[in-house]
């Protein structure tokens, strides 16, 4: 055909199929299913040094009904040619059509109606690199420009045209045409490289087994590549795994702490689920901007750089927090990649899961970092926003995308492993791992339903509709149940009474008569030492037999802490409790500082009864149970004192029952303490020296702090203990104000160490001047501040204050289109809680209504966030307006 002919074409193409898709509503959610992705091959041409990048991608698609279009995600592309092969014939031309900007779906119209039968579509098109750290982006790290991909949930669109769903799992071919000095990766092994004209080269790399679009992953620049020691053969896998590590220029030697941990991971992974790690390699890339913690890309995992790049003098939270989150993401590659969700409601498929593993795993392996107590906390973490009316239920109906980006909280991550957890312990973990096994081998490589995970544990169990119904219940019911019990005597033999129902806060407004199946097991004090007693509660009320407990005895209420669920207790079984404190085990003693904050915030017990009930805790030889009281206090003493004589007790109290603690440990690492002790260092550190503020502690502080500052333009980081940087740094700019703030804010952009610039960062945002706070601010909305890092600086000041509070609502609203621009559309949905940092007063709700109301249209998942924000004051609200802090003081 004559080229001048073409746009004729175009305009006739248009024409006949105006009308068949006049009546046909573009799709905002999940894309028709009538066509369906069979496999792709994604061929890019990548030069970080550009602004964009180009491509094409060619999809094989399986048309399963008689159609002239279909639907396809793209966004912010420019889509240069398009043609269609049908049944094997000859490509014909096609057109892209842009039908929602928003939500980046686009429609591809054949030009006439296509029988049912197999396509390929090929779509060459160019875009962007993103400045959201979505898609393909890039960022400049020492002067060098480095692209890579961060693909989840719904950013592939931004990378290359696609059917953008987890249940749409497909192979890939990936080839990447790269400049010849650069180093290009991707999910899979490179098998082949070939030039591709002056100063550029092609990469291809094997072929995928089968992946959704949010697991691509390829990255390309001055990448150091370096090998860590190859994973051994198993007996579910033949041959040594490769195992790399991907550092920006320069920094490769620093991987070598995470690779070194990581074939233990991969063995005890393997071991636990009797099914070899699938694909053809293992790369981990240390981003040096990153959206997420970390991400689990099959076979290319990405992490913020401070949890990979670490060497013996790293702060010791990082070098825990780097085995953690590598067990985490590895554990993805089975719960995650290997079987993945079909849906995004069943996200925690994926991510519960993984956090419930990863404990599973540290435990193995690193007994000594105490992750039974971690998951602990992290399920009463996760109740504290699940106590919320707004909360999210584990497998949440999603409505639009911004209940995708929701769908990555506490719920999903803390509370579902805490779920987990609760009914292996009911089950027994031998059980548990039988149907876990099973639910691998029946999903491998496809998708699957929290249904099909729920039957493979009652098969493996034994169990029925009763054990599903309960387990449902908290997947499919938002809240915390309040399981309240009662020691009573029934005809010579001690008996619990139960009752469940929703655990509602002072301030309120949701309805507490709610159920779920709660596997509810109780410790008990017997003649010979303790026993337990479990019962399946699935009523409002029940009764679970003790036998052989004494009477008089304590009860703990959930052994273990191994239920999701809050304890309540009357005042006699309270008090019988915190005197045998001791006999209690690590985990149920947190247990029982949950019940005890859960009845301070009923309105149930006053502050200085909170007190003494939390001060057994702190003669704990466990930091992790002893420094639990910490949050509590902290609240006291910003969000309900109101008298320097109220705060003075708070201090005293603080200081009689930490300071020793503190001063035994010392400011200085000690060769071959115990990790745990440089952890709680740490915190105490923290919380005497920033938040009590005791003079001897910040003296300490601050020598070490104006040490590191005493190096000028380049800080003397070597001055100070790691693990305590922050906080000194942090006193630093407390004392000495405009000086050190400037000089932090300076020193920065030439700070190349991630671990560095977070305790830089982090001490910014310790300063307490109004003025110098919206500076603070203001210079996290600069190039000199990562988009990754932001949220470090957002919300700088003290916040104790309505007079605080408004000076940060000031400076938020008259920026907050620079914010919501910078820190990205998916994350939107979190700016009214930023907002409403430390709000506490009705006046503050209405004006965060007023604010974010107009905007939410603009703002994916906003309308949940502002809920959850709105709620959170009325509950700060009324806690403060019923706790009387007179009581603090004697």
């Known amino acids: ?30 894309l028709p299913t009538w066509a369906q992705p069979q496999d792709y091959a994604l061929d890019l041409k990548i030069d970080p040094a550009q602004d964009t990048f180009s491509g094409t991608t060619t999809i094989k698609v399986k048309l ?104 749409f799992k497909t192979p890939y071919d990936i080839r990447l045409t790269i400049p010849a000095d650069l180093q290009g990766v991707a999910n899979t092994a490179q098998v082949k490289q070939t030039p591709a004209g002056k100063g550029f080269k092609t990469l291809t790399f094997s072929r995928t087994l089968p992946l959704p679009t949010y697991l691509v992953a390829f990255a390309v620049g001055p990448w150091d590549v370096v090998d860590g020691p190859g994973i051994t053969a198993t007996s579910q896998r033949a041959g040594t795994l490769p195992l790399r590590g991907v550092a920006p220029h320069g920094k490769g030697p620093r991987m070598k702490i995470a690779l070194d941990s990581t074939p233990v991971i991969i063995h005890t992974l393997e071991d636990y689920y009797d099914f070899g790690y699938p694909w053809d390699k293992l790369d981990q890339l240390a981003a040096p901007d990153f959206s997420a913690g970390a991400m689990e890309n099959a076979g290319l995992v990405t992490y913020r750089d401070f949890l990979l790049l670490l060497d013996e003098d790293s702060a010791t939270r990082y070098k825990r927090a780097s085995f953690n989150v590598i067990a985490h993401e590895l554990a993805h590659q089975w719960t995650g990649d290997t079987v993945t969700m079909a849906w995004w409601d069943d996200l925690w498929l994926n991510e519960s899961f993984a956090t419930w593993m990863q404990q599973k795993v540290t435990m193995k392996v690193h007994p000594e970092y105490r992750a039974d107590l971690d998951r602990v906390l992290g399920a009463q973490g996760a109740m504290s926003g699940d ?28 509370k579902g492993a805490s779920v987990l957890g609760m009914f292996e312990s009911y089950v027994g973990q031998d059980v548990f791992q039988k149907g876990m096994r099973q639910y691998i081998q029946d999903h491998k490589f496809a998708n699957a339903t929290a249904d099909d995970l729920v039957s493979a544990i009652a098969t493996a169990a034994g169990k029925g509709p009763e054990f599903t119904a ?58 010979a030492g303790s026993d337990n007693a479990c019962t399946l509660l699935t009523a409002a009320s029940g009764q679970l037999a003790l036998p052989g407990a004494q009477k008089g005895g304590w009860v703990m ?8 669920y809050r304890i309540g207790l009357d005042a006699t079984a309270l008090k019988t409790l915190t005197a045998n404190l001791p006999q209690l085990s690590d985990t149920e003693q947190l247990a029982y500082n949950d019940g005890v904050d859960a009845s301070f915030r009923l309105g149930e017990i006053n502050p200085a009864q909170l007190l003494a009930a939390l001060k057994p805790l702190t003669a704990s030889k466990v930091p992790e149970v002893a420094d639990k009281p910490i949050g509590n206090v902290s609240w006291l003493y910003h969000s309900l004192a109101r008298t320097d004589a109220q705060r003075a007790a708070l201090s005293t109290w603080a200081q009689q029952v930490y300071l020793p603690r503190m001063q035994q440990l010392g400011y200085v690492r000690k060769d071959g303490e115990e990790g745990s002790d440089a952890l709680q260092r740490a915190e105490l550190a923290g919380f005497l020296g920033l938040t009590m503020k005791v003079p001897a502690v910040r003296a300490e502080l601050l020598k070490q702090g104006d040490a590191v500052l005493a ?108 914010i919501h621009d910078r820190i990205g559309a998916f994350a939107g949905g979190s700016l009214p809680r930023i907002a409403a940092a430390g709000a506490c007063t009705p006046a503050e709700s209405e004006r965060l209504q007023a604010f974010f109301e107009p905007r939410l249209k603009d703002l994916p998942g906003a309308v949940r966030g502002l809920q959850q924000a709105r709620e959170s ?11 009387d802090p007179a009581t603090l003081v004697k």
Request: aromatic share 8%; proline share 6%; charged share 20%.
């Open 1 to 30: 055909m004559p080229r001048l002919a073409r746009p004729l074409l175009t305009l006739a193409l248009a024409a006949c199929c105006a009308s068949a898709h006049a009546a046909e509503q573009t799709p905002t959610g999940r």
């Open 64 to 167: 399963t009904q008689a159609s002239d279009h279909l639907w396809i995600d793209g966004k912010e592309l420019t889509v240069e040619k398009v043609t269609v092969a049908a049944g094997g014939g000859k490509p014909k031309p096609a057109r892209y059509v842009q039908a929602d900007e928003k939500n980046g779906v686009a429609r591809i119209d054949f030009g006439t109606t296509l029988q049912p039968q197999d396509l390929v579509l090929t779509i060459a098109y160019s875009a962007p690199f993103n400045g959201e750290l979505e898609g393909l982006y890039k960022v400049t790290y020492e002067g060098k420009p480095y692209a890579m991909t961060q693909m989840e949930p719904i950013s592939a669109r931004f990378a290359f045209p696609s059917f953008d769903e987890p249940s």
């Open 387 to 414: 106590g919320l009316v707004a909360t999210r239920k584990i497998r949440q109906e999603i409505t639009g995308n911004g209940d995708i980006e929701n769908a990555f909280d506490g719920i999903t991550y803390q």
């Open 470 to 527: 309960a387990f449902n219940s908290f997947l499919d019911q938002p809240g915390v149940p309040y399981v309240h019990t009662e020691v009573t005597d029934a005809k010579g033999q001690v008996v619990l009474k139960l009752t469940q129902k929703r655990y509602l806060p002072l301030g309120s407004t949701g309805d507490p008569a709610k159920t779920w199946g709660v596997p509810v097991c109780v410790r008990y004090q017997t003649t």
């Open 557 to 564: 209420p959930n052994a273990g802490a191994a239920g999701y």
């Open 711 to 818: 190096g000028g333009k380049t800080l003397a980081f070597d001055q100070a203990n790691p693990d305590l940087l922050q906080s000194a740094l942090g006193v630093s700019v407390q004392e000495h104000g405009a000086a050190a703030v400037d000089q932090l804010m300076a020193a920065l952009p030439g700070v190349i160490d991630p671990a560095h610039r977070n305790a830089m960062l982090g001490a910014l945002a310790s300063v307490e001047d109004p003025a110098l706070a919206a500076k603070v601010r203001s210079f996290g909305l600069s190039k000199d501040v990562k988009v990754g890092e932001m949220r470090y600086v957002l919300t700088a000041g003290e916040r104790a204050t309505l007079a605080d509070r408004d000076a940060q609502w000031n400076w938020f609203t008259a920026n907050y289109q620079a």
């Open 873 to 883: 004051i009325a509950l700060c609200s009324a806690l403060t307006a019923r706790q």
